[in-house]
C-alpha cells in the first residue's frame, strides 16, 4: 500500500487498519509523496493507495480508482496552524487571516458554480474531478468544535497505537495545547 507517512491520508489509513483489528506492520507499506502514489496504483506496482484529493479524485475520475474505504467522520479536517510565538505576537494579523478564510468559505458556498471555475482555471483539473472532489469537502464548518477536537484527538490515538508517536505521548494534554478558542470565528470579528 503506497501512503505519505505523516499526512491525513497516513492517519486515516492508520484508523481505517485499527477498525479491521490489523495495524501498520500488518500491510507493507511503500512510502511515496501522493502523486507517486497514485502512479503506482496506476501501473499495478501497489494494490492499493491511501490518497488524497484532488489527486485521489483525479485517479478515480481519469483512471478508475476506486476509492474503497471513506469515513467522513474520520476526517481531520482542513484546519488553520500557526506557531504560538507568532500568534502571541501578531494576533491581529491571525485574525485578519481567519476573517479572509472565514469570507472565502461563505463565498464557496453560496458560489458553487463560480468556485468550479476558479478552481478550473487555476487548478487545469477537469469539472468532473473538481465535481469529485468538492463533493467530499466540507465548507459547512467554520471553527473548531467538538467534532474537529474528537477526530484529532482519536487521529492522535490511533498514531500512539500504531507506534508513530511515542508510549508516553499524551495525545490529550498535546490537544489542549494545540487548540486556541480565543481565535474562533466569534472571537474574531
Same mark, same amino acid.
Given at each position: ?22 495495524r501498520?506492520?500488518d500491510v507493507?507499506l ?7 502514489g ?13 490518497g488524497?484529493d484532488p ?9 478508475g480508482?476506486?476509492?474503497?474505504h471513506r ?11 500557526v506557531?504560538?510565538?507568532? #500568534?502571541? /505576537?501578531?494576533p491581529?494579523?491571525?485574525?485578519r487571516v *481567519?476573517?479572509?478564510y =472565514? &469570507?472565502a468559505? +461563505?463565498? %464557496? ?7 468550479k ?5 487555476a ?6 474531478v473538481?465535481d469529485?472532489?468538492?463533493a ?9 468544535? #467538538?467534532? /474537529? ?7 492522535? *490515538?490511533?498514531?500512539? =497505537? &500504531?507506534?508513530? +508517536?511515542? %508510549? ?6 498535546a ?7 480565543s ?7
Amino acid at each position: 500500500m503506497a501512503v505519505t507517512r505523516g499526512t491525513d491520508p497516513h492517519i486515516f489509513l492508520v484508523r481505517a487498519l485499527a477498525e479491521a483489528g490489523l495495524r501498520e506492520r500488518d500491510v507493507k507499506l511503500v512510502l511515496l509523496q501522493h502523486p507517486d502514489g497514485r502512479t503506482a496504483l496506476e501501473r499495478g506496482d501497489v494494490d492499493a493507495w491511501a490518497g488524497l484529493d484532488p489527486i485521489m479524485a483525479a485517479a478515480e475520475v481519469e483512471g478508475g480508482a476506486v476509492l474503497f474505504h471513506r469515513d467522513a467522520a474520520a476526517n481531520t479536517w482542513g484546519i488553520l496552524n500557526v506557531r504560538e510565538d507568532f #500568534a502571541t /505576537q501578531e494576533p491581529a494579523l491571525v485574525r485578519r487571516v *481567519l476573517k479572509a478564510y =472565514e &469570507a472565502a468559505r +461563505l463565498w %464557496a458556498r453560496a458560489n458553487p458554480a463560480e468556485l468550479k471555475r476558479i478552481m478550473g482555471a487555476a487548478t487545469g483539473l477537469p469539472e468532473a474531478v473538481i465535481d469529485r472532489q468538492l463533493a467530499r469537502t466540507d465548507l459547512g464548518q467554520s471553527a473548531i468544535g #467538538a467534532p /474537529q477536537r474528537e477526530t484529532i484527538l482519536k487521529a492522535g *490515538l490511533a498514531l500512539k =497505537e &500504531a507506534g508513530v +508517536l511515542p %508510549a508516553d505521548t499524551s495525545v490529550e494534554g498535546a490537544l489542549d495545547a494545540l487548540i486556541d478558542p480565543s481565535f474562533a470565528p466569534a472571537a474574531a470579528q
